[in-house]
């Protein structure tokens, strides 16, 4: 285990410590079942472009505290929560048992899960890529996928350079290592490479980031966020600016191994 992962796994102490008891809430729970695809919201976007996985095998990898676990199981999927806390994979078994349902759990890297080639449908990656060393995560995902597997990622982007420098005038949040940050232009693109990008959308302006960071009461802060998603919309120029991006998108060599 390298130095980077031991600064993830002393960061995800400090966050567990932090966590209260989870407890399954239907009404967050209800968020993720059938989201629209025109969602303002990036979390529920993701769980839209997973479509119908009754039935399917779902790698949640970094699933934390299993926050996204238990809408997944709602789903029908048979879940596998991959982690490198123990302290965070206790909050997980402890929310689904919450919620009466049942995924396998395991305490492993992302560079190496432990699990069988081909295990995964879909591999779900809820802001974990900027965690982690890109090249080395892509060849675990790409081993775990089944041939025409899905992944859907979740990432903080940074793609303005002004920005770039705006944001380390802010205060560091609780909870972050030293070693993560937002997914470069030039870090992103070289991450997809070999992939077909099926579906995409950019969210979160940085006025949005801004009232949501500055604002303790902002909540889900629907008016706010629906502003910030017509804009976007209207403007897709302004994707430039924007600070979360979801994708879904199939290995191509997973589908010319499907073709053939």
Avoid at 129 to 158: C, M, S, W
Wanted: hydrophobic share 40%; glycine share 6%; aromatic share 6%.
């Amino acid at each position: 285990m390298d130095e980077r992962e031991l600064a993830e796994i002393r960061r995800s102490q400090s966050e567990a410590a932090h966590t209260r008891p989870p407890v399954a809430d239907p009404e967050e729970i209800q968020r993720y079942l059938n989201p629209p695809s025109n969602t303002p919201y990036p979390l529920e976007y993701a769980f839209h472009l997973l479509g119908n996985v009754s039935g399917k095998t779902v790698v949640d990898l970094g699933c934390g505290s299993g926050e996204n676990l238990v809408p997944l199981c709602y789903r029908g999927a048979r879940v596998i929560g991959v982690d490198i806390s123990p302290d965070l994979i206790d909050l997980a078994r402890a929310r689904l048992a919450d919620a009466s349902q049942n995924a396998s759990l395991s305490v492993a890297s992302a560079y190496d899960t432990g699990l069988p080639t081909a295990t995964a449908d879909v591999v779900f990656c809820i802001a974990i890529l900027h965690h982690l060393e890109l090249d080395r995560a892509k060849a675990e995902i790409l081993r775990i996928l089944k041939p025409g597997g899905v992944l859907i990622i979740r990432e903080p982007i940074r793609f303005s350079r002004l920005l770039d420098r705006m944001r380390r005038l802010l205060p560091s949040q609780e909870d972050v290592s030293e070693y993560e940050h937002p997914l470069t232009n030039s870090e992103l693109s070289g991450f997809i490479l070999g992939f077909e990008v099926t579906a995409g959308r950019c969210f979160r302006l940085p006025t949005l980031a801004l009232i949501q960071r500055t604002t303790k009461t902002f909540g889900r802060g629907g008016f706010w966020n629906t502003l910030d998603a017509w804009i976007l919309r209207t403007l897709p120029i302004l994707a430039h600016f924007a600070t979360v991006r979801v994708m879904s998108m199939t290995a191509r060599h997973a589908v010319a191994e499907t073709s053939s």
